[in-house]
């Protein structure tokens, strides 16, 4: 069966572009989560999407993240004006569902970043 | 907001020794606690979780135990492998929000 999708795998791009990141959960999957992950560090919580409910952007780092997850399913998580901070794998995963946190979380296998 | 610490952040083995990796959480509330294993170049993969009304879990070489009065929870590998070399992460959640991760632990079994 299918697992969580990201695209693309890896994205370079020059220091004040804008990025676009994909998500493609799990069939009925309703809970998609962001994270951000720099080099050997933990995973960093991003945003949080839950069925139809407004979205939990709380993690976001800065007005230059923002997120959408049109139908219920696809997501895209847009870098305005990227930083060479912003430089990391950016994971997505999603939860059958929802309820917070409490339900496992399948992991895509994320989009390396790098900001020249 | 919920902290989860990690130790050790590395820890080297001999094949067939048992590892153990040790994690503590600061929101009383939490109550659910997964362990993720991620290799290189990959996303991380649920391999166990616990709920806080048990406080012992077990599946083949892989245990979890929890201490809600202690607030801490581990991760027992027996019989180890060098295909368990990888990072493993720990995480807690109270529910209302998305996981909390500890920082990882770099585990390398030696053949």
């Known amino acids: 069966g299918a697992g969580v999708s990201q695209s693309p795998s890896n994205k370079v791009t020059e220091k004040g572009k804008d990025v676009e990141l994909r998500c493609d959960p799990i069939?009925?999957?309703?809970?998609l989560y962001w994270y951000r992950q720099s080099l050997g560090q933990g995973l960093e919580f991003l945003i949080y999407?839950?069925?139809?409910?407004?979205?939990?952007k709380s993690g976001l780092p800065s007005d230059r993240f923002s997120a959408e997850r049109t139908g219920g399913s696809v997501s895209t998580l847009t870098i305005q004006r990227t930083q060479q901070e912003d430089s990391a794998v950016y994971l997505c995963?999603?939860?059958?569902?929802?309820?917070?946190?409490?339900?496992?979380?399948?992991f895509g296998d994320g989009t390396r970043l790098s900001i020249l | 907001g919920e902290n989860v610490e990690q130790h050790p952040s590395t820890l080297s083995v001999q094949e067939g020794d048992s590892a153990v990796i040790k994690c503590t959480y600061s929101?009383?509330?939490?109550?659910?606690f997964p362990w993720y294993k991620q290799e290189l170049g990959k996303g991380p993969q649920l391999i166990i979780d616990?709920?806080?009304?048990?406080g012992e879990k077990k599946d083949q070489r892989i245990a979890v135990t929890l201490n809600k009065t202690a607030k801490h929870f581990s991760l027992h590998i027996t019989e180890t492998q060098p295909e368990d070399s990888a990072v493993y992460f720990c995480?807690?959640?109270?529910?209302?929000?998305?996981?909390?991760f500890g920082s990882g632990t770099r585990l390398q079994v030696q053949p």
């Open positions: 616990i709920r806080s009304n048990v």
């Open positions: 995480a807690a959640s109270t529910g209302r929000r998305a996981l909390t």
């Open positions: 929101d009383s509330a939490s109550n659910y």
């Open positions: 069939s009925g999957h309703t809970a």
């Open positions: 999407f839950q069925g139809n409910s407004a979205p939990d």
């Open positions: 995963a999603s939860s059958p569902m929802s309820g917070g946190g409490n339900q496992p979380q399948h």
